[in-house]
């Protein structure tokens, strides 16, 4: 069955990194985009980041809110995509998803998601 | 960024009901609006992409349609599993951006 995993969330400390995992089965990963989303407890959804896939030379790109702190990176060999994200505050509390990326215009929209880990940022 | 809002921010309906939820573009994003559902605790799900086209596996009671600024998901004859949040997103610009959701409830 085609799917995503994540793994890596956890409870951190502002300022402090932590990195995220996203795992790919059934489906040639090397391929897709590969998008990070996050939903703060009780709100919606938020796009972070993402990298494309090995047709568009695995380029990111990232929120304004996330620039500079969070880097996307990808492992295709291992059918693996990563969120290093560093110097993290409060607001980046929340339930962080990955999703397989459809190319639109300029953006991507999202068809296939993982489950969810929650990152909770506190000291 | 493209702003989307979504209304009604919330909506009451039954079992059988054809209920239709409304995304509206701060600019015009041609047809590249796409809509999710969520049910709590899971992670959303694609319903329907390029503003009209069913994605595989989805019931054909869901229906997209608009072009521009102005977009609606229609559910046709609401069933139990239907109660949940909708979100559309713009993936015109970048950055992607979604709506505030539709909570249905019953």
């Known amino acids: 069955e085609v799917h995503l995993v994540e793994s890596g969330g956890g409870l951190e400390q502002p300022g402090r990194s932590l990195r995220l995992s996203c795992t790919g089965s059934?489906?040639?990963?090397?391929?897709?985009?590969l998008s990070w989303l996050r939903q703060a407890p009780g709100k919606g959804l938020e796009y972070v980041g993402l990298?494309?896939?090995?047709?568009?030379?695995?380029?990111?790109d990232y929120a304004a809110s996330v620039m500079g702190r969070f880097i996307i990176s990808r492992d295709d060999s291992k059918d693996v995509a990563y969120l290093q994200m560093n110097s993290l505050r409060s607001d980046d509390t929340a339930i962080y998803f990955c999703?397989?990326?459809?190319?639109?215009?300029?953006?991507?929209?999202?068809?296939?998601w993982g489950q969810g880990t929650l990152v909770t940022v506190s000291s | 960024d493209i702003l989307m809002t979504q209304s009604p921010s919330s909506l009451s309906a039954s079992v059988g009901d054809r209920v239709t939820i409304t995304c509206r573009a701060s600019?015009?994003?041609?047809?590249?609006v796409a809509w999710y559902q969520q049910k709590p605790g899971k992670a959303p799900n694609l319903l329907i992409f390029?503003?009209?086209s069913l994605q595989s596996g989805v019931p054909s009671r869901f229906s997209g349609s608009g072009s521009g600024t102005d977009f609606t998901l229609t559910i046709s004859y609401l069933q139990p599993d239907d109660f949940a949040t909708y979100y559309c997103?713009?993936?015109?610009?970048?950055?992607?951006?979604f709506g505030q959701g539709t909570k249905l409830e019953i």
């Open positions: 600019h015009s994003v041609s047809s590249w």
């Open positions: 999703a397989r990326g459809r190319r639109g215009l300029l953006a991507y929209y999202f068809d296939l």
């Open positions: 990298i494309r896939g090995k047709g568009f030379d695995k380029t990111p």
């Open positions: 997103q713009q993936y015109s610009y970048f950055p992607s951006t």
């Open positions: 390029q503003a009209s």
């Open positions: 059934e489906f040639t990963f090397g391929d897709f985009a």
